[in-house]
């Protein structure tokens, strides 16, 4: 069992955006919506969309506009946020101090993940990412699958 499942539709969605962003030199993020399912005593996410909106960014760092919040909250609709995905262009995939605080500010639930993409790098044919979950005071990389 992994401890995210994404549809390939949405990874493309991100990486589209991430690719936009990274071709201006800038960072880019969005919340990820879906639900939260157990198997065998063990909680996993199943992400079902990635939205985003107005951001402020620079080449190391992204924020929501505040206007941003709002019309995020109605799309949500009956799923729930279970993490974000943001991109470190030409860093690759880690999770900041500034990422891990982040985390823990507005996504502290155990279910929650964080998305890190690297737009400029490649893992064979595909853009670098990774998936974490905060663990103690720092974060473990956890496994997700990609499905169709």
């Known amino acids: 069992m992994f401890e995210a499942y994404i549809p390939l539709e949405v990874i493309n969605k991100i990486e ?4 936009e962003q990274a071709e201006k030199k800038l960072e880019a993020m969005g919340l990820l ?8 005593g063990e909680n996993y996410v199943l992400v ?11 080449s190391v760092s992204v924020k929501f506009n505040e206007e941003t919040l709002g019309f995020l909250a ?6 729930i946020v ?13 999770m900041s101090s500034t990422d891990i605080k982040t985390q823990k500010s507005y996504f502290s639930k155990p279910f929650n993940i964080a998305g890190v993409f690297d737009p400029t790098r490649k893992e064979g044919s595909k853009m670098l990412k990774r998936f974490y979950k905060l663990d103690g005071e720092g974060y473990k990389e956890i496994s997700f699958a990609v499905f169709k």
């Open 16 to 19: 589209r955006h991430f690719s």
């Open 33 to 40: 919506v879906g639900k939260v399912y157990q198997y065998k």
């Open 48 to 58: 079902e969309d990635y939205l985003t909106g107005l951001l402020q960014a620079s």
């Open 74 to 79: 109605s799309k949500i609709e009956d799923r």
């Open 82 to 94: 279970v993490g974000w995905a943001h991109s470190h262009p030409g860093y690759g995939c880690f």
